[in-house]
């Protein structure tokens, strides 16, 4: 008995730094998230300038890109948030397996989103739209590019936390890792609503 009175404050103390670590970790992301809000929120606030003084070159890049290309891929990524969310929910039940399916699939539609971005980009520089060709290139091809580098990382991240989870990394009481990366996640998605919306809808 007295040795189990002795081991409570350790156990309790370990508990109190282990949830301290978590927060901590959480609170890092958050403050990673609202650097990279501010950095895109300048890109697509240059975007939205431009538009409002040329509308008609908006809308000729509009016919180019071809909305239900970018629809579809909107689609795709929307879909990988909600894998996401599945494997998050596998492992918080304990479901190893299910984790590594659900969070592979994110990866995949990852890929599949990048794929059809460059095929727009194609599409779209045979059109004569180029990074360097006009202003419109410059502030469209910055903040998608810079997206789909956000995406990429994503979808390396995601193969991690696979491979994590085959090695047995995470299960029911530890699944911080697969956690934030929901939070990244989550937060290119957001970022693609706002960017479809501002430029190819609005």
């Known amino acids: 008995m007295s040795e189990a009175r002795i081991d409570t404050?350790?156990?309790?103390?370990?508990?109190q730094a282990?949830?301290?670590h978590i927060d901590n970790m959480k609170f890092?992301?958050?403050?990673?998230?609202?650097?990279?809000?501010?950095?895109?929120?300048?890109?697509?606030?240059?975007?939205?300038?431009?538009?409002?003084?040329?509308p008609e070159r908006v809308h000729e890049v509009h016919e180019a890109a071809g909305?239900?290309?970018v629809s579809a891929n909107?689609?795709?990524l929307l879909s990988s948030s909600w894998?996401?969310?599945?494997?998050?929910?596998?492992?918080?039940?304990?479901?190893?397996?299910s984790l590594i399916?659900?969070?592979?699939?994110t990866a995949l539609l990852g890929l599949l989103f990048v794929g059809l971005q460059y095929v727009e980009y194609n599409t779209l520089s045979a059109e004569g739209i180029t990074l360097y060709g006009d202003e419109f290139g410059m502030r469209f091809y910055a903040p998608t590019a810079l997206h789909g580098a956000h995406v990429i990382v994503g979808v390396l991240w995601a193969l991690w936390v696979v491979y994590r989870g085959s090695k047995g990394a995470y299960?029911?009481?530890?699944?911080?890792?697969?956690?934030?990366?929901?939070?990244y996640w989550h937060f290119v998605d957001v970022v693609w609503i706002v960017l479809f919306t501002m430029i190819y809808l609005v």
């Open 18 to 20: 282990e949830a301290t």
């Open 67 to 69: 909305i239900l290309l």
């Open 28 to 54: 890092a992301m958050w403050l990673f998230l609202a650097s990279e809000v501010v950095l895109f929120a300048v890109m697509i606030a240059l975007f939205v300038v431009f538009r409002v003084n040329n």
């Open 74 to 76: 909107t689609f795709l």
């Open 9 to 15: 404050p350790q156990v309790h103390t370990h508990s």
């Open 171 to 183: 299960n029911n009481g530890k699944y911080l890792g697969v956690e934030i990366f929901g939070l």
């Open 101 to 105: 399916r659900w969070i592979g699939m």
């Open 83 to 97: 894998t996401m969310v599945m494997g998050l929910r596998a492992i918080q039940n304990n479901e190893q397996q």
